[in-house]
């Protein structure tokens, strides 16, 4: 019998679809979501550009000609992994293990050196401003108000990526006597979720505490499990689902925008609020051990391209 029920109750012929099923899992789960997007995005502007895949290396190396001057090395590098991988998982040879497309890759960087995009930092003094765009009545609801501060002050605070903000439950926070812990479960550099926590003081402004704009924002939201930061409508009405990454990016625009300027808004990102912590505490002395333990970054080189400015 084809068809023969096991002990467990599985036929004989599941089985072999049912491991390939978990074998594709495992291998997803082998990257992170958001490289899993980035990697899906950047097989998208390959078919856009040079065409179908599988690829030659020919075909990649005149892709690689044709976005030279447009886009910054690391984009680039990051496009030739997701090439790499394809390739591979579908079970063609790489081409962009080619002599000709590695020399192109190089050629790139002679040329154009490894430019990279630099955010601006949201410095103590912009944090005012926006705090000040939130907190006024032209256009916002209580609820909002209450959301964006609290997204704000702690993703300042706490030196937090945006994917870290939106991950945030109730459970993760603990407040005390000295203000708040945050356990941030897992992070761009703790992909396997060991876990990691940050210890927010209260602020000697009030209106500057992180630990006072999130517990205000708990309450009046009424949130008692679940994500922390949440959507909110134009009538105030607050949504049950965490808000994305994008979302933080497009809320500390809208606040740049009214408190800083168009222009000054367009080079804003959901790094900023980070990048205004390691600025701001490099501006005031703190110690690198002690921004470290905060920022989280594995290494001095890494976190001296998160310090804007002259110290």
């Not at 089985?15 to 594709?24: A, E, N, V």
């Not at 991988?85 to 490894?114: N, T």
């Not at 625009?253 to 080079?267: D, F, W």
Request: glycine share 6%; net charge positive.
């Amino acid at each position: 019998m084809t068809n023969a029920t096991t002990r467990s109750g599985r036929t004989a012929s599941s089985r072999p679809s049912s491991t390939r099923q978990r074998l594709k899992a495992l291998l997803r789960a082998s990257l992170s979501e958001a490289t899993q997007k980035a990697y899906a995005s950047d097989l998208r502007h390959y078919r856009q550009v040079q065409g179908p895949l599988p690829a030659k290396p020919s075909q990649v190396a005149l892709y690689l000609a044709k976005c030279s001057s447009s886009h910054a090395c690391a984009t680039l590098s990051r496009r030739m992994a997701a090439l790499d991988r394809w390739h591979q998982s579908q079970g063609y040879a790489s081409p962009v293990k080619s002599p000709v497309v590695r020399e192109a890759l190089r050629g790139i960087r002679r040329l154009y050196g490894e430019r990279q995009r630099q955010v601006r930092a949201i410095t103590a003094r912009d944090l005012s401003k926006l705090l000040k765009v939130a907190r006024s009545k032209d256009g916002n609801t209580p609820s909002r108000t209450y959301r964006d501060c609290a997204l704000v002050l702690l993703g300042f605070a706490a030196a937090l990526r945006r994917s870290e903000l939106v991950a945030l439950n109730v459970d993760d926070l603990a407040f005390g006597k000295e203000g708040l812990q945050v356990h941030i479960r897992r992070s761009k550099t703790d992909q396997f979720a060991k876990g990691q926590v940050i210890r927010v003081p209260y602020g000697k402004r009030t209106g500057l505490c992180a630990v006072t704009a999130v517990r205000q924002w708990l309450e009046h939201a009424q949130i008692k499990v679940g994500a922390v930061l949440r959507p909110v409508d134009r009538y105030g009405c607050v949504g049950a689902a965490a808000l994305t990454p994008q979302s933080v990016a497009l809320v500390l625009k809208r606040l740049a925008t009214a408190a800083l300027g168009a222009s000054a808004a367009a080079t804003i990102s959901g790094h900023s609020l980070r990048a205004g912590y390691c600025t701001d505490a490099a501006q005031r002395g703190v110690s690198i051990f002690a921004i470290r333990q905060v920022s989280r970054h594995r290494s001095v080189e890494t976190l001296g391209r998160y310090v804007r400015g002259e110290l």
